[in-house]
């Protein structure tokens, strides 16, 4: 599967919890496309923001069923990485404060 590095990274996942591993651990949290696998997203990360990556971590999170007045859907399924960036490496800073 040949895909381009911008479609790889989704977006950044900004919660408190990817904030804490981000500070803790030096890990950053992506949305990443359904069908990529850990070596794509490593030169993907690696590429966009020129930085270099330790390890891949990936979890597929399932959509949860949701409700609006009477009817029941569900939110699509997405894949979630944790990159963990090697010690010396600048973090990225998604919100600049003005």
Same mark, same amino acid.
Request: aromatic share 8%.
């Given at each position: 599967?040949?895909?381009?590095?911008?479609?790889?990274? +989704?977006?950044?996942?900004?919660?408190?919890?990817? #904030?804490?591993?981000?500070?803790?651990?030096? #890990?950053? #949290?992506?949305?990443?496309?359904?069908?990529?696998?850990?070596?794509?997203?490593? !030169?993907?990360?690696?590429?966009?923001?020129?930085? !270099?990556?330790?390890?891949?971590? +990936?979890?597929?999170?399932?959509?949860?069923?949701?409700?609006?007045?009477?009817?029941?859907?569900?939110?699509?399924?997405?894949?979630?990485?944790?990159? !963990?960036?090697?010690?010396?490496?600048?973090?990225?800073?998604? +919100?600049?404060?003005?």
């Amino acid at each position: 599967m040949n895909l381009d590095s911008r479609k790889i990274i +989704i977006r950044p996942v900004i919660t408190e919890k990817a #904030t804490r591993e981000k500070e803790e651990n030096r #890990t950053m #949290t992506f949305e990443v496309h359904p069908e990529a696998n850990k070596i794509q997203i490593k !030169k993907a990360v690696e590429e966009i923001f020129k930085i !270099k990556v330790e390890s891949v971590r +990936i979890v597929k999170m399932k959509g949860k069923s949701r409700r609006y007045k009477f009817r029941v859907g569900k939110t699509k399924s997405w894949k979630k990485a944790y990159v !963990k960036l090697v010690e010396g490496e600048k973090m990225i800073e998604f +919100i600049e404060a003005v």
